[in-house]
């Protein structure tokens, strides 16, 4: 099955800053990559995604690259806030009824 | 539209008994999937239903059963509680379509096994 590795599990930051989280994967067949902000004690929520047949893709302040032949992803945040304090996972999956594979997550936190 | 909907919010068990975790999405969306949380090691795919009348084990299935009851609602229950089955239990559900679409999460149960 797939897996997915994610680095580092934590980050800090001064506001300001950017931040980059890498992610691999180890099946060539996946083909769509989300990423998910999850606050304390709250669910986790899609910020941005990734399909296989593009390599980068951004929205505001927020990027994510995507190298196939290397089989890696990474989350860009520049400017950082402290609001963008929270812990943040990538995903893989390969069109297997949506089933996604999680990393472990990146507890990024922003210091003021 | 409240997308999601988990029940219980919280939940304490003592070992050996039995629950059902409640979950119902209003966004007519035929997948829907159950994860556990547990410190450091990020979401676990416990079982999901791919559309209704289907259901599938996850990576960590070990002492879990689901019942996809219609499209809007997929429940997981444990039948005899372990305390390694503490966790945060969140439902998720997605579109089916030809390209993979995001997942929508639930607020989660919070489960305590004594």
């Known amino acids: 099955g797939e897996n997915v590795e994610q680095h580092p599990s934590t980050l800090s930051v001064q506001e300001g800053d950017s931040a980059v989280i890498k992610c691999t994967y180890s099946?060539?067949?996946?083909?769509?990559f989300p990423w998910y902000k999850q606050e304390l004690g709250k669910r986790p929520q899609l910020i941005i995604d990734?399909?296989?047949?593009?390599g980068e893709k951004k929205d505001q302040r927020i990027a994510v690259t995507l190298n196939k032949t290397a089989k890696h992803f990474s989350l860009h945040i520049t400017e950082t806030q402290p609001e963008d304090s929270a812990v943040y996972f990538c995903a893989a999956s390969r069109g297997n009824a949506g089933k996604s594979t999680f990393g472990d997550g990146t507890t990024l936190t922003v210091k003021p | 539209n409240a997308g999601v909907t988990q029940t219980p919010k919280f939940q304490v068990l003592k070992t050996g008994q039995s629950m059902t975790l409640q979950c119902a999405q209003d966004?007519?969306?035929?997948?829907m999937y159950w994860y556990r949380q547990d410190p450091g090691m990020g979401l676990r795919l416990i079982y999901y239903?791919?559309?209704?009348?289907?259901?599938d084990k996850g990576e960590v299935p070990n002492g879990y059963n689901v019942s996809r009851l219609n499209k809007r609602e997929f429940s997981l229950r444990l039948e005899s509680a372990a305390p390694s089955q503490t966790s945060v239990y969140f439902c998720?559900?997605?579109?089916?379509?030809?390209?993979?679409?995001?997942?929508?999460f639930g607020d989660g149960t919070r489960l305590s096994i004594l």
């Open positions: 099946d060539s067949a996946s083909n769509y």
């Open positions: 966004m007519n969306h035929n997948s």
């Open positions: 998720a559900s997605s579109e089916l379509v030809t390209d993979n679409q995001p997942q929508h």
């Open positions: 990734i399909r296989s047949n593009v």
């Open positions: 239903s791919a559309s209704e009348g289907t259901t």
